[in-house]
């Protein structure tokens, strides 16, 4: 039985079709969208989501955080940023994880709200690098 | 009486004049139809965020404790107005219908002994306003109207409102924005996004017999990341369909204009064969009066 997976950017839906499973990064760790599951609404964080159909992975998507839901029939994902995996682009990415290391640098190290924001999107921006690499 | 000079001279501006108007119908039709789809396309996020806040709101209620974004501060003293104009003119009504509804807005929030702030998306809105409440303005965006209008516009307007709202700069902010109703017409619209009215959205809430949803990290902390987020979204669609509208208003427009001159057009050559036939006339009289004389 698949569910039906929606992945979606606020310019427009990337993805909407049924899969048999997908991996979702939470901002606690990856967490499985299967049928049945219990419904939950949870945060992302900036990672891979990969699409399964049976045991093997059909899809990949990078998404630079956001939000999922998931119910039993369907896992709606609410993504601030989404590409497919091979049209990353590792050096547009590793120029703004320069910018970002900058901004980390020239930050206030007192104002822990921006601090917590800026490393949010480094850690988003690296995990996209690796995301882009091509496998070994 | 013209000289037939003056009226060759009429026409031929009037032609030229035609042909641009009739240009930029076209050019305003084909930007709308893309302006349409990128609407289109963002309203799925929207109402997928919708969804979501509602569940979370009915997961919240009873609680305390509210974002501001949510609940306000608890006052209605100072307001914030948005209005969103384009930066272009010659869009027919489409500015000043704006304008206009922000003007009596403001008087009328005035009248009633609020403050008003105003912070204008758009060249025409943020010029007319200068000229007269330029005291009011706290900031302005322009130059984001264009034809790409990409996310990022929406979510540096939705930062800045949040900082103006955490800095305690207003209680209430309302959009006002150019509604697309259809190519003809546009209604100036009033959205108020904070404090956010969710009893619609929690109303709407489809089944309460749904197994109960769980929630990561925590309703508030998901809630705290989400009304940002929402309120970019909101701002993103008053932007776009202020976008199709501005289109949809030049093109209704530039079809007016088109059409005039294609009728003044007409008038004026209808002078210039009178005025033509008259001379050689005029002419003609004089000649055979001149033959009778000798």
Known sequence: ?136 | MASLKELRARIGSVKSTKKITSAMKMVAAAKLRRAQQKAEAARPYAVAMRRMLAELASAMAGQDGAPKLLAGTGGDRVHLLVPITSDRGLAGGFNSNINRRTRQTIRKLQAEGKIVKILPVGRKGADYLAREFSDLIVDRVIGVGGKELPFSAASDLGDKIVSLLEAGEFDVCTVIYNQFRNVMSQVPTPLQLIPLGLDDAAAAEPDANAAQYEFEPDEQTLLERLLPRNLQVQLYAAMLESAAGEQGARMTAMDNATRNAGKAIDRLSQTYNRTRQANITNELIEIMSGAQAV
């Open chain 1, 1 to 136: 039985m698949p569910i039906k997976v929606e992945i979606i950017s606020p310019e427009k839906v990337l993805v909407s079709r049924d899969v048999d499973m997908a991996v979702i990064p939470g901002e606690e760790g990856d967490i499985a969208a299967m049928p049945e599951h219990a419904p939950m609404m949870l945060l992302l964080r900036g990672g891979t989501v990969s699409l399964y159909e049976g045991e093997t992975v059909t899809d990949r998507y990078f998404v630079a955080g956001g939000f999922a839901d998931m119910t039993p029939t369907r896992c709606t994902i609410l993504a601030d940023q989404a590409v497919p995996v091979t049209e990353i682009s590792i050096d547009s990415a590793t120029a703004r994880l320069e910018e970002l290391t900058e901004a980390w640098d020239a930050a206030d190290k007192s104002d822990v709200t921006r601090l917590d924001g800026l490393m949010a999107k480094i850690q988003s921006v690296r995990a996209e690098i690796e995301a882009g690499l091509p496998p070994e």
